[in-house]
């Protein structure tokens, strides 16, 4: 079956940077629109970023506009976040999605086609 497996999260001080990636298997990746989410701790999911199936478009949250970027690398299955700038606020469990329709729906929704398992990222003040 489909696998999104995530990596790069741990404990950093406000500031810092983290590089998220995401590894995908058993999809044909370049035919998906990727996409984190994150979820704080009491707090519902929400949509952070995410990448046409082609690399040219993007979209992010307004919280995280100017301080994330999310980029892929189609020949090796995989997309990235890079964090910068990272606040208290920014601490949650980031989730990589995959979903074949358009990137305007891909960040309106949470019904996507496949979720990661998610990794933990703490931003210490």
């Known amino acids: 079956q489909v696998q999104l497996v995530e990596s790069g999260g741990g404990l950093v001080q406000a500031g810092g940077s983290l590089r998220l990636s995401c590894a995908a298997s058993?999809?044909?990746?370049?035919?998906?629109?990727m996409a984190w989410f994150r979820q704080a701790p009491g707090k519902e999911r929400e949509f952070v970023a995410a990448?046409?199936?082609?690399?040219?478009?993007?979209a992010y949250a307004d919280s995280v506009k100017g301080r994330f970027t999310i980029s892929r690398e189609n020949a090796e299955n995989t997309v990235y976040l890079q964090m910068n700038s990272l606040k208290p606020e920014d601490t949650a469990v980031y989730y990589c999605?995959?979903?074949?329709?358009?990137?305007?729906?891909?960040?309106?929704?949470?019904?996507?086609?496949?979720w990661g398992k998610g990794t933990l990222v703490t931003v210490s003040s």
């Open positions: 058993r999809l044909t990746f370049s035919r998906y629109a």
């Open positions: 999605a995959a979903d074949p329709r358009a990137l305007a729906i891909v960040t309106m929704t949470l019904s996507v086609d496949y």
């Open positions: 990448i046409s199936w082609s690399g040219g478009g993007t």
